[in-house]
């Protein structure tokens, strides 16, 4: 059986399908509606916002992710952008895209130059800004078990500095808790199915950001 390698970039196929395609017509509504004067000289489609999302998901991976060379900012979780309801974080993340996009006065949008790299960021700054103001994405406060290596402890309260997080004084009060890693594991694979459609499921893969 094809396992799917283990990061958080888009299934293409998926994106290119008719059905997924549908999903959009009350994002592509909202924007028309809301966004009127972002998206009204080239009005939106659903396969175009399809692709686009696609492309916003691939660029975050490649420079956020596990893999990235930089990874200047955290990653959005995936979950916002499976929400296709009117007014909901898909919404609110792709009409900062066009808001963008107009404002800036950008001809097209473009992830895979280096050239643009600076400007892709800053898009993804205005996203998360977007995002936290709609109460769609909060500052992670984390709680740090006590029985995590000195070392490791350091390193993440820096990364949590970097990020903009703060530091939870009980799990209760946390909006994430960390662990130690556990010993490697060589015969279990452990994961969560988060949506299934045509045969193929959406996976959590424990250990692994959302």
């Not at 420079?63 to 990653?75: A, D, S």
Request: hydrophobic share 35%.
């Amino acid at each position: 059986m094809a396992v799917r390698k283990k990061d958080g970039g888009p299934d293409w196929k998926l994106y290119e399908s008719p059905s997924v395609c549908e999903q959009f017509e009350p994002v592509r509504q909202y924007l028309l509606k809301n966004c009127k004067k972002y998206v009204q000289a080239e009005p939106p489609t659903n396969k175009g916002l399809a692709n686009l999302t696609g492309q916003l998901l691939q660029f975050q991976e490649d420079n956020f992710g596990i893999n990235g060379n930089k990874r200047l900012l955290c990653k959005l979780p995936v979950k916002l952008f499976l929400d296709y309801s009117s007014g909901g974080s898909l919404c609110h993340i792709l009409a900062t895209v066009f808001k963008t996009k107009t404002e800036q006065g950008w001809r097209r949008f473009d992830f895979q130059s280096p050239s643009r790299m600076d400007r892709n960021v800053e898009l993804f700054l205005n996203i998360e800004k977007s995002l936290k103001e709609g109460k769609f994405l909060t500052v992670p406060n984390v709680y740090l078990m006590p029985e995590i290596e000195s070392k490791v402890m350091a390193k993440l309260k820096d990364i949590l500095k970097k990020h903009n997080g703060s530091i939870a004084e009980d799990k209760e009060s946390a909006t994430h808790v960390v662990y130690p890693i556990p010993p490697p594991s060589q015969d279990d694979d452990w994961l969560r199915p988060i949506e299934k459609r045509s045969g193929k499921v959406l996976v959590h893969w424990w250990y692994f950001p959302d």
